[in-house]
């Protein structure tokens, strides 16, 4: 199975979860990591995409995404994809891991099968674009306020997204 795993990182929280990711999906067989300043071309040929970006100001997506958030020229027909971000649920709790949110909304308008829901429980914030029908698109980590829970939440999200590949 070809994996891609593109994101786009500022502080480097986000890259570092992306390693943590590929660490953990690397048994599924070819594991790619890629900044999305290089592009969206590995997502063409993989079998299992995950998409990955921090959320800036109030719910915007990470720079390096800006100008491809819509995957716009991506047809995801027939392909799995996942989506993790990272946030700050104190600082923006109104806004917590939109990105996550748009880009599922981009993944289901260019034919994607979005996999990886994860449950709002144990989060603390008021808004988010990422939920929807009471559970996030994708993994919402917090480097700021549960840094602490980033590595089991990777391990467990990493899991269940195994177990939905099976399914």
Same mark, same amino acid.
């Given at each position: 199975?070809?994996?891609?795993?593109?994101?786009?990182?500022?502080?480097?929280?986000?890259?570092?979860?992306?390693?943590?990711?590929?660490?953990?999906?690397?048994?599924?067989?070819?594991?790619? *990591?890629?900044?999305?300043?290089?592009?969206? &071309?590995?997502? =063409?040929?993989? #079998?299992?995409?995950? !998409? +990955?970006? %921090?959320?800036?100001?109030?719910?915007?997506?990470?720079?390096?995404?800006?100008?491809?958030?819509?995957?716009?020229? *991506?047809?995801?027909?027939?392909?799995?994809? &996942?989506?993790? =971000?990272?946030? #700050?649920?104190?600082? !923006? +709790?109104? %806004?917590?891991?939109?990105?996550?949110?748009?880009?599922?909304?981009?993944?289901?308008?260019?034919?994607?099968?979005?996999?990886?829901?994860?449950?709002?429980?144990?989060?603390?914030?008021?808004?988010?674009?990422?939920?929807?029908?009471?559970?996030?698109?994708?993994?919402?980590?917090?480097?700021?306020?549960?840094?602490?829970?980033?590595?089991?939440?990777?391990?467990?999200?990493?899991?269940?997204?195994?177990?939905?590949?099976?399914?």
């Amino acid at each position: 199975m070809k994996v891609a795993i593109i994101y786009g990182s500022t502080t480097g929280n986000t890259a570092s979860a992306a390693e943590k990711i590929k660490d953990h999906l690397c048994s599924l067989g070819n594991v790619t *990591l890629s900044p999305v300043a290089d592009g969206l &071309a590995p997502a =063409g040929d993989a #079998d299992l995409i995950i !998409f +990955g970006s %921090s959320t800036w100001g109030i719910g915007e997506m990470q720079d390096d995404w800006l100008g491809q958030e819509d995957l716009s020229g *991506l047809d995801l027909s027939n392909k799995q994809v &996942a989506i993790f =971000g990272t946030g #700050d649920q104190d600082g !923006f +709790g109104d %806004s917590f891991v939109d990105a996550i949110g748009i880009l599922a909304d981009a993944v289901i308008k260019a034919g994607g099968k979005l996999i990886g829901s994860w449950p709002t429980d144990g989060y603390d914030f008021s808004n988010s674009a990422a939920v929807k029908e009471n559970q996030f698109v994708g993994l919402p980590l917090d480097e700021d306020q549960q840094p602490e829970l980033t590595d089991q939440r990777i391990a467990e999200w990493t899991s269940q997204i195994k177990q939905e590949l099976e399914a």
